[in-house]
């Protein structure tokens, strides 16, 4: 498995997602240091990192950005050169235990801790501010907490600015109008929250409901032999985009899977295939009245002309 990295951390982790470091391993009293964890741990928050690579949503492209961070509830020693993260009590008149996030080692008193001794129940944060390297005035904003809780530092991303949505680039507004025609447009963009969040299961189940509506929009007041989703959808098919009526069958063959015999993974793929075929229709639906616009102008125009010429 891919080790995940500030890059990650920033780019692909939801809001209050929490990951967990199993730092010190208690056994037989005492909490010893995992090394691999650590490492995984010093990773996660990209002590010693300058970079990140991100989409800057102002460049409208990838680049690096410079790494600015800002350490709150840390110990800062006399002359500023550490930032250190005190993690036991003082013992046998030496210093306490202490991560220092700067250089990433621990110093003062060494693990194996006793247990009473590795503290319980703290917290710090860090704040990081992520610089774009095409333009310095384009920045981003991100702020973690760590927790130390049984030996664990537990890391959450606890606030980001702007949110990943505004970095991603959404444009909802692209099919508004048919999107309100068909009453789905919170929908729409609850689907594209939600999947930007990362909810697959959740963002699926608003793209499903969109094509429900589709469907009932289309089918107006006519009266079937059946509810059934398959005769609804062989009713209306000659109203989709050429390109997708093939696809319905299918189609139909994913929506009638319950939402709750889903897992997160097949969720996604459904997400990305209903997302498609979703956004096709509108874009034919776009066209389409487009095509009727315009020929009602003409129509207009000839009619005039007609009346001229009589
Ligand atoms: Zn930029």
Redesign the pocket.
């Known amino acids: 498995m891919e080790e995940k990295s500030l890059d990650f951390l920033f780019n692909n982790v939801s809001l209050y997602t929490k990951e967990r470091f199993e730092i010190f391993k208690l056994e037989e009293d005492e909490y010893h240091l995992n090394k691999e964890e650590f490492e995984k741990f010093k990773k996660y928050i990209g002590i010693n990192k300058e970079k990140i690579i991100t989409y800057?949503?102002?460049?409208k492209?990838e680049?690096p950005f410079n790494i600015q961070v800002k350490y709150i509830d840390f110990m800062t020693d006399i002359n500023f050169t550490t930032e250190n993260m005190i993690i036991t009590e003082s013992f046998a008149n030496g210093v306490a235990g202490r991560v220092d996030v700067k250089k990433g080692n621990i110093w003062g008193a060494m693990p194996p801790y006793k247990k009473e001794k590795l503290y319980n129940n703290k917290i710090w944060y860090i704040e990081y501010l992520f610089e774009?390297?095409?333009?310095s005035?384009?920045r981003y904003l991100m702020m973690i907490s760590i927790e130390l809780k049984d030996g664990c530092f537990i890391v959450r991303k606890i606030g980001q600015n702007p949110s990943m949505l505004t970095i991603k680039g959404f444009d909802f507004d692209k099919y508004k109008n048919i999107l309100e025609k068909l009453n789905a447009y919170d929908d729409y963009k609850k689907a594209d929250l939600s999947n930007a969040d990362h909810f697959f299961v959740g963002a699926y189940a608003y793209l499903r409901r969109i094509f429900e509506k589709l469907i009932l929009f289309y089918l107006g007041e006519a009266k079937l032999d059946d509810n059934h989703m398959d005769t609804k959808i062989n009713f209306v098919k000659d109203k989709f985009d050429p390109r997708i009526r093939g696809l319905l069958k299918n189609l139909y063959g994913i929506l009638s899977k319950s939402i709750h015999e889903l897992d997160e993974d097949e969720s996604k793929e459904y997400y990305i295939y209903l997302k498609t075929v979703i956004d096709m229709q509108l874009e034919y639906m776009n066209t389409e009245e487009e095509k009727e616009k315009q020929s009602k102008r003409l129509g207009k125009i000839l009619n005039e002309i007609a009346g001229l010429i009589q």
């Open positions: 800057c949503h102002k460049c492209k680049f774009c390297t095409n333009n005035q384009h």
